[in-house]
């Protein structure tokens, strides 16, 4: 079942795939959001 499952347009698509593509997109804005917040803390300090 986890293998493989049928999407609207008959293609085959792999959840483990999907469920991989959605992690990575989460962890790379995750990191983005990281360096955002670092780059503000270090004018937040260089402007104090």
Do not use: P, S
């Not at 997109?25 to 937040?44: N, V």
């Amino acid at each position: 079942m986890w293998g493989a499952a049928t999407d609207q347009n008959g293609t085959n698509v792999d959840h483990r795939e999907v469920v991989g593509t959605i992690v990575g997109h989460t962890t790379a804005t995750l990191a983005d959001i990281r360096m955002f917040m670092t780059a503000l803390a270090a004018l937040g300090c260089g402007n104090g």
